[in-house]
Every structure is written in structure tokens, then in C-alpha cells.
């Protein structure tokens, strides 16, 4: 029962890491679960226990913070969207990003370089 428990948290864990460094995937909870060959139920609980989030929540919020470095770089929320793969940018990457960010890409870009401005 300890080594179950055990390779669950592990598979958590690991979950968690492959979307840190791969921001933009696609894969939904349930294939995350597959490929790191554990129940998605039981991975769930332990997930939100370790992020304080859902698997898909930290998958938004961690694209979103992708996309978030790309406007910052001089990519227009266009290209931004595309590239996180939003093809319906204007309503449904906006969306996103606010539920992340609480303001809109364009607003929020503003409010960081003038914060960015503020601290030179």
C-alpha cells in the first residue's frame, strides 16, 4: 500500500515537472495521467494537495505564463495566442489570460513595462 501511495505522489510530482517544462502542451489530465501510468483519479487529489490547483488550472496558468513572457518580448497577443495554440484569439485567449491575470493581455503588458520602467 506504501509503494502505491508512493509512485501516485511520484507520478504527481512528475506531472507537475512536465508541465513546468513544457508550458504549451496539449495533453489533458487524463493523457498526462496515462503517460506517467497512474489512475487520474487518484493522481487528482494529490496534485491539487502539491499546486493548490487542478492539473488543468496549473496547465492555464502556466501557459498563460508563457504567453505572458511572450508579449513582454515584443510578440503581439496575436501571435502570442497562435502560438499557445488559441486559433479564436481575441475572445478565447483573452478569456483565459484574464482568468489568470484578472486584466487582458493588452492591459497587462502595459502595466508590466510601466512597472519594468519604474524599477530602471
Keep these: 500500500m506504501i509503494s502505491k501511495q508512493s509512485s501516485i505522489n511520484d507520478a504527481a510530482i512528475s506531472i507537475k515537472e512536465f508541465i513546468d517544462a513544457n508550458p ?27 499546486t493548490g490547483a487542478t492539473i488543468q488550472h496549473y496547465k492555464l496558468k502556466k501557459c498563460m505564463e508563457e504567453a505572458g513572457n511572450m508579449l513582454l518580448s515584443g510578440m ?20 483565459s489570460f484574464k482568468k489568470v491575470y484578472t486584466i487582458g493581455p ?7 513595462l510601466i512597472e519594468k520602467k519604474n524599477q530602471l
Design 76 to 95: 503581439t497577443v496575436k501571435e502570442a495566442a497562435i502560438e499557445c495554440g488559441y486559433q479564436e484569439y481575441h475572445n478565447n485567449f483573452t478569456r
Design 106 to 112: 493588452e492591459e497587462w503588458v502595459k502595466k508590466n
Design 24 to 50: 504549451l502542451n496539449k495533453l489533458s489530465a487524463t493523457e498526462l495521467a496515462a503517460k506517467f501510468r497512474v489512475n487520474r483519479y487518484k493522481v487528482l487529489p494529490i496534485f491539487k494537495h502539491l
